[in-house]
């Protein structure tokens, strides 16, 4: 076979940018021989984020919840040219992205240009900063393996430090304050994941830190995990308080420095009051921003002029006010929450949408073809038959087009909260049940092994969850 096919110049480009939960179950239900696919992302590998907070602690490796593109798009029945670069600009009147490698080692050409005819933004969001200052320089944030190895380090790091020879006890006590900002699920699965490290293994290898060790989950709301019902939210704050996390709400962090965060709350006067809160660890997870390229997309289309949290697309995904350009997960705009769960089903009705588009293609070409010949055809019974394949294929025609509007089917929110237990508001037939607890911990587990990518990855987790509870987190520094 071919290493490296040409375009088919008979096909239309279609070209994806990311390699996140939109863009791959694009891709995963895409025909791919109907199109010349080019796939653009800084990221050859598909993460699996639901489990990324467990992999900060060690609970399970990184590796584990990765799966490499490549592995993927080999099986895939048409070829698909993936590039690793960052697209760092799409140019919409022109139709063509520029690209960029990013990755250490680069070639002679290291920038240039990808024509398309169809174009899928999937290229994920940034975390939120609110433009606070000090965020970028000495939080860390969650979002990607990198992060996760970043936090794990640091953790290791703090607990170490903290007891080096003659550390002064005000010092010591800020090296172990673990402090997260953002009581959404990141934040709230985050902090129940270093808690369980700490009951589970930290104060067993390193007893010296279990006086001061202690995780502060800071938000800004009245409550933490605001999609969640009211029951669960309770039953979340009185976990936590249980397992000695302390939860403090309608507090606003306005500055960071390397050592302690400033937060604004009300004060028992009910007066605002700014307070130093020393800090360890800072783990950042305040939610979403648009992306440089998004924003710079937006700005080339009039009718996107008041989109600001992402790229506002109609009920058919595409992005309003431009043609052949569709957007899914977290850089578009559709009235759904930015998670995992709505990017897999706006890519896979866009599968299903460009699918149906190719047939609908072939099948009209025919039927062109078709009347043609029918024309021409010698004698009534020639001209009959042609009639008759001609009727069949309309009615291929209008089955194949009819594909209605992107629906959204919510099948729950699930997160897990530490110490064995996660909540859960589920969506069952008509039906919503809210439950908390261990055997929801179990459902979490399973629902969770479930999604993930491939047989790999969840034999993967499993050994992973295995090992992490036989012999305990490893805990060395790397
Ligand atoms: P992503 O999955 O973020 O993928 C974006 C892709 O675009 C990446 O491959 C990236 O490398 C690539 N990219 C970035 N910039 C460029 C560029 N300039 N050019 C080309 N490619 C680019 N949701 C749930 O429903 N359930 C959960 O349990 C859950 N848990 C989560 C836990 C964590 C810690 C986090 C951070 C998120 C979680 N989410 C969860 C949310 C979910 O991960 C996101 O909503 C989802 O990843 C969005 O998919 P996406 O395809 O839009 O973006
Ligand atoms: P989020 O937007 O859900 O929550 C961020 C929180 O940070 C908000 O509650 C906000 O009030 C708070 N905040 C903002 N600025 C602050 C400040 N200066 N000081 C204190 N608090 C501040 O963000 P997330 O948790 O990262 O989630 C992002 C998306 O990913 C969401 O759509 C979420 O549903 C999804 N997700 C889902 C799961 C799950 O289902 N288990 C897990 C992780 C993420």
New binding site residues.
Partial sequence: PDDQPEPDASKKTLVILGTGWGAVSLLKKLDTENYNVIVVSPRNYFLF??LLPSCTTGTIEHRSIMEPIRNFLRHKKAAVKYYEAEATKIDYEKKVVYINDESPIKGDVSQTEVPFDMLVVGVGAEN?T?G?PGVREHALFLKEVGDAQAIRKRIMDCCETSIFKDQNPEEVKRLLHMVV?????????FAGELQDFFNHDLKKWIPDIKANFHVTL????PN?L??FSKQLIDYTEKTFKEETITIRTK????NVTDKYIE?ESTGPDGKKQIEKIPYGLLVW????ALRPIVKDLINQIPAQKDSRRGLAVNEYLVVKGAENVWAVGDCAVANY????QVAAQEGAFLARMFNSMAKTYEIETKLAELSEAQEKAPGKEARTQVFEEIKDLQKRLRRVKQIGPFEYSHQG????IGSEKAVADISWLSGNFATGGTITYFFWRSAYLSMCFSTRNRILVIMDWVKSKTFGRDVSRE
């Avoid at 900002?181 to 699965?189: I, K």
């Fill in positions: 984020t639901p939120a609110f606070i900002v953002g009581g959404g699920p990141t934040g709230v699965e800071v938000e800004a709301l933490v605001p999609m507090t606003m962090v306005k937060a997870a305040t939610g979403n929450a930015p998670t995992a929110s699930l997160a897990y």
